[in-house]
C-alpha cells in the first residue's frame, strides 16, 4: 500500500506580542515573578535556625526554596506560552494568599500591633498577580479563525452594530 503523503503543519497560533491577549499574559506572568520573588523573599527573611531542620523525617529544610525557585523559574515561561487552564489555576493562589494577608493584618492592628509594611506590599502585589493572571486567563476569548468570523469592512471581524 502506498503510504499517504505526510500531513501539513497547521500554521502556529502564537499571537503577535503587540495582540492585546499577549500583552495580558506578558503581564500576568511579570506579577507573577515579582509575586513569587516577595513570596520567596519573605520565606527567606523568615528563616530561623528552628526552621531548619528535616520535614516528614526526610526533607531537609532547603528542598522547599529549591521547590520554590523551580516553580518560579517555571511557571511564568508556562504562562507567557498562554496555557489558560494553568494561568487560572494560578490566579487562585495569590487571591487566596492576600485574603489570608489581608486577614491576618487586620486581626494584628485590631489586636493595637503595628502594620507590617512588608505584609501590605505581599498583599497588594498578590492581588495584582491575581488581577493579571485572572485577566489572561478568563478576559480574554480564544482567538478564532476567520472561516468561522471572516473579517468586515472594518478589519475587526464582526460587522458593525453587532
Do not use: N
Not at 9 to 23: E, G, I, Q, T, V
Not at 117 to 129: I, K, Q, R, Y
Request: net charge positive; no cysteine; charged share 15%.
Amino acid at each position: 500500500m502506498p503510504r499517504s503523503p505526510r500531513p501539513t503543519p497547521r500554521p502556529s497560533r502564537a499571537l503577535s506580542p503587540s495582540d492585546p491577549r499577549a500583552r495580558a499574559y506578558r503581564l500576568a506572568a511579570i506579577a507573577y515573578v515579582l509575586y513569587g520573588l516577595l513570596y520567596l523573599g519573605g520565606a527567606v527573611l523568615a528563616l530561623t535556625p528552628e526552621r531548619m531542620g528535616l520535614y516528614f523525617g526526610f526533607l531537609p529544610w532547603w528542598v522547599f526554596y529549591l521547590v520554590g525557585a523551580a516553580l518560579l523559574a517555571l511557571l511564568p515561561l508556562l504562562v507567557l506560552r498562554q496555557w489558560t487552564w494553568l494561568t487560572r489555576i494560578l490566579a487562585l493562589g495569590p487571591a487566596a494568599k492576600a485574603l489570608v494577608l489581608f486577614r491576618r493584618e487586620g486581626m494584628a492592628m485590631a489586636a493595637g500591633e503595628s502594620p507590617s509594611l512588608f505584609t501590605w506590599a505581599f498583599a497588594l502585589m498578590a492581588v495584582l498577580a491575581a488581577l493579571t493572571l485572572s485577566w489572561a486567563g478568563w478576559g480574554y476569548p480564544r482567538a478564532a479563525s476567520h472561516e468561522e468570523h471572516p473579517p468586515s469592512h472594518d478589519g475587526h471581524g464582526t460587522a458593525h452594530g453587532s
